[in-house]
């Protein structure tokens, strides 16, 4: 597993939210968004973008580049 999808399942937990909430905020399917947390895919830099908003983060720290968020 990847870096980016530990810290997309640490994100997510730690805001006590669904997979399918995630989705739908960033606009992509459920199956999409699983796909990144499970490290079977990596988005596209407008889905990154998007994700790093929701959640209130860099892209550094989504990345793995650093530990701040």
């Known amino acids: 597993m990847s870096v980016?999808?530990?810290?997309?399942?640490?994100?997510?937990?730690?805001r006590n939210i669904m997979q399918k909430d995630v989705a739908e905020a960033i606009g992509v399917p459920l199956r999409t968004?699983?796909?990144y947390e499970y490290g079977e895919r990596e988005p596209q830099?407008?889905?990154?973008?998007r994700m790093?908003?929701?959640?209130?983060?860099?892209?550094?720290?989504?990345a793995g580049?650093?530990?701040?968020e």
């Open 52 to 62: 790093a908003d929701f959640y209130g983060v860099s892209l550094d720290y989504l």
């Open 33 to 35: 968004y699983q796909r």
């Open 45 to 49: 830099l407008s889905t990154l973008i």
């Open 4 to 14: 980016f999808s530990e810290r997309l399942q640490e994100l997510k937990m730690k």
């Open 65 to 68: 580049r650093t530990d701040k």
